[in-house]
Every structure is written in structure tokens, then in C-alpha cells.
């Protein structure tokens, strides 16, 4: 990170500061005790209070308590902003945020000195901690940002004052908060209007952009898909091979594209990308079959593009989707439900594993509850079978996922 002394820190962020092994500035910034470095300053965010003692053992240069931790978190990251040189991106977006950032740091990083978001490390917590992992010689730091709700995004962009702005797309996510698909548009919007002047904007083809003082890039009109061909994208920027097959990361690809463009980045020949857990994840099964772990959140559309996956994927073997509840749809929810299961039927899937009370608009076998999905997937998956696992996050299916591998290794 790029240095801070104690008394910015005391400055920034009021609170009890108590100094450890600090001769000077501090190095970094953590929320958890077990990741300290020495130089580090440990911030006590709720619990966090317990483990200051631990925080100081390990090696940190001092432990804050602060009187608001959210803010005593943006107001450190601001700084360190302030004294970077590098060029800041921020992406959001309904689905593909993650994958974006995985695919866009995999460009950047062997071109230029990156720093990119923890797995998705994009709110009031996680913002902060991408900024406080920026050096001096940092020159791209990519940053991912969520949105539950207005003016969570301007809240973050407030301090993390991003040059260029990434929207994926617009979906039904979130609609609890903000009611419906306009709703949608206007929250992720909130990143458009915290540009300065002259920044970019990375948006789907219809994304309504009303300022004049952006280069605006529509991802599907200035910047298109001509080709798919698994393990070749072929777009409107050029050509390269990839490592991933699944048809709906080629979207999150082109954006990513589009922005190393605008970065003035070349693209590669060809593209390895480590993609977070829990988030496309292929894992081989027994007898040539293949797990798909996409558990860490879905909806609708998410839905339907995993189960196309799927099927794509198992190239004719059996297939079985394990698929839990949706959540954060508001008066959406009934029918996206809906949604999902005439997408099972449509799509051919011959097994269903349905878990959560509204699941059972998907159709075919019905548990209330993780442990008797895995019970009843002890007996039903075959080597050679496909795996599809993916629900709300809430519904933590990886643990499926995890028995799955487990087990049958």
C-alpha cells in the first residue's frame, strides 16, 4: 500500500489506535487478523474488536476500533487514492462483474502493474481493501462494485473515483431494493455520473448515457462478438484463443476486451484466465463426467445461461441441475421462478435437484434443505453424469459442490 503515517490515520479515521510494532507509516490495510503482514493496520469492522490483541501479535503496525468503521474505511482508501498515479476502473453490473474482472486483470497484469479485486471483494469493506493493496508503481487498479440498493455505488465511487466505468448488462437482480429493471438502470447509472470529465464509459449497446462529456464504447455496437468458436473469441478488436467454453463469459470477454482497449492495452494471442471460486468452476467427475460449480449467486437470467452451459457441456451424456432458490427478486420472484423451470423443460435437463421453498417451480426432485440434496445425489449421480450447481448465495451450495468432488474422488 501506499504508505500512511499514524497521524493520517488518527486524522482520517477517529477511534481507538493502538500502535504495535509501528516505526513509521503503515503498509496495508486488513479487516481479518489471520491475513496481517507486518506494517499492516488492522481496522476492527463489528467482531472485529476481539482479535485486535491477535491483529498486534501477528505483526501489524496498529489495530484501529474506529467510531464508523465503513467510513474510517473510505476515508483511508481516499488517501491512498489521492497518491496514485495509476488508472482506476470500475465495474458493476447485474451478472458477469467477477468474470469481467477475472478476464480483464488476466490483460492487464502481464502489460502493466495491476492490481485487481479479491474475489469479489466490491462493497463497503471490499472496495476499500483492492485501494489499500495499490503501491507507488501501481498502474491499473480494477475495481469491482456492488450495488444492493441507490446510492451504494456513489458511495463507493465518492472515494475510489474511477476513470473508466464497466457496466455488464442490466437484469433482475436486486429488484427488493429497487423495483424493477428502470430501477436497475438508474442504481448502476450512479457510476456513469461519478466520471470525470472526459473518462470512458463501457456499456451494453442500449445502456441510455446522457452526458456528452464521456467516450462512451456499446459493447454489441462499437465492439461485437463475430465468433465463439470454443477455445477461439473472435470480436470486432481481434482474435485470441481462451480457456473457457462456457458461451455466456464470451459477453464478460468482449467487455473486457473493449476496456483493455480503452486502457491502451494490446490483446494477447491467447488468454489463461483463473477465475474466482465457486464461479464457472469445471471439475471432473468420475467415469468423464464434469461438475459445474456456479454456486455463489444467480437469478433468471443467470439461470438460463448455466443450464445452457450445461447442456452444451455434456455433449449428449446425462445431465442433472441442482438449483436452489433465487433471492433479492421482490414481486419478480414468483415468476422468475417460473422462468427457470420451463427454461428445464425447454433445455431437455434430465434430472432436477430443487432446494428452497420457491424452487419447486423448477420441476423435478424436491429437498428442503443442502443436506438432503447431497443425501439424494449420493444416489443419484452415475459416472460419466454432468453436474450443474448454482443458486442464491444465501443458499450455500457449494457445500453440494464440495460433497460432490469429495466424495466421488
Not at 461519478?194 to 464521456?214: K, M, N, S, Y
Not at 464478460?252 to 490483446?267: G, S, V, Y
Not at 456456479?294 to 441441475?321: C, F, K, Y
Not at 459442490?401 to 474422488?409: D, I, M
Request: hydrophobic share 45%.
Amino acid at each position: 500500500m501506499i504508505p500512511l503515517s499514524l497521524d493520517e490515520v488518527s486524522e482520517l479515521a477517529p477511534g481507538r489506535l493502538r500502535v504495535g510494532s509501528a516505526v513509521g507509516d503503515v503498509l496495508g490495510l486488513q479487516t481479518d487478523s489471520r491475513r496481517i503482514e507486518h506494517g499492516d493496520l488492522f481496522v476492527a469492522v463489528g467482531g472485529g474488536t476481539a482479535f485486535v490483541e491477535d491483529a498486534l501479535q501477528q505483526g501489524a503496525a496498529a489495530a484501529l476500533v474506529p467510531d464508523d468503521a465503513f467510513a474510517a474505511l473510505a476515508a483511508l482508501a481516499g488517501r491512498v487514492r489521492d497518491r496514485s498515479s495509476a488508472r482506476f476502473v470500475a465495474i458493476t453490473g447485474s451478472m458477469g462483474k467477477t468474470s469481467t474482472k477475472d478476464i480483464l486483470a488476466a490483460i492487464c497484469a502481464p502489460q502493466r502493474r495491476t492490481v485487481a479485486a479479491e474475489r469479489s471483494f466490491n462493497a463497503e469493506i471490499g472496495v476499500p481493501l483492492t485501494i489499500g493493496r495499490v503501491e507507488r508503481d501501481t498502474e491499473i487498479c480494477i475495481l469491482e462494485l456492488a450495488m444492493r440498493g441507490f446510492g451504494q455505488i456513489a458511495e463507493l465511487c465518492a472515494f475510489a473515483r474511477p476513470e473508466v466505468g464497466v457496466i455488464t448488462n442490466v437484469g433482475p437482480v436486486h429488484l427488493e431494493k429497487v423495483g424493477d429493471l428502470a430501477g436497475v438502470v438508474r442504481a448502476k447509472s450512479e457510476l456513469i455520473a461519478a466520471l470525470p470529465a472526459g473518462g470512458t464509459a463501457i456499456v451494453p449497446e442500449d445502456f441510455p448515457v446522457e452526458r456528452d462529456d464521456l467516450e462512451v464504447v456499446r459493447v454489441g455496437r462499437d465492439v461485437t462478438l463475430e465468433a465463439f468458436e470454443p477455445p477461439v473469441l473472435r470480436t470486432s478488436l481481434g482474435t485470441l484463443e481462451v480457456d473457457f467454453t462456457a458461451r455466456h463469459l464470451a459477453a464478460n470477454a468482449l467487455t473486457a476486451i473493449a476496456t483493455a482497449n480503452a486502457l491502451e492495452l494490446h490483446l494477447p494471442d491467447d488468454l489463461h484466465v483463473p477465475f474466482t471460486g465457486w464461479r464457472n468452476e469445471e471439475i471432473p467427475l468420475p467415469g468423464g463426467g464434469v461438475l459445474i460449480n456456479d454456486a455463489w449467486n444467480a437469478n433468471p437470467v443467470s439461470m438460463r445461461a448455466a443450464l445452457e452451459h450445461l447442456v452444451q457441456l455434456a455433449a449428449g451424456r446425462p445431465t442433472i441441475a441442482v438449483l436452489g432458490d433465487m433471492a433479492e427478486l421482490g414481486t419478480y420472484s414468483e415468476q422468475g421462478h417460473r422462468e427457470v423451470g420451463r427454461a428445464v423443460a425447454e433445455l431437455g435437463i434430465d434430472e432436477v435437484v430443487a432446494i428452497g421453498p420457491q424452487s419447486v417451480a423448477y420441476g423435478g426432485r424436491h429437498v428442503d434443505s443442502v443436506d438432503e440434496a447431497i443425501a439424494l445425489l449420493e444416489e443419484l449421480v452415475r459416472p460419466g453424469d454432468c453436474v450443474l450447481v448454482k443458486a442464491a448465495r444465501a443458499m450455500g451450495l457449494e457445500r453440494v459442490a464440495e460433497a460432490l468432488t469429495t466424495v466421488r474422488a
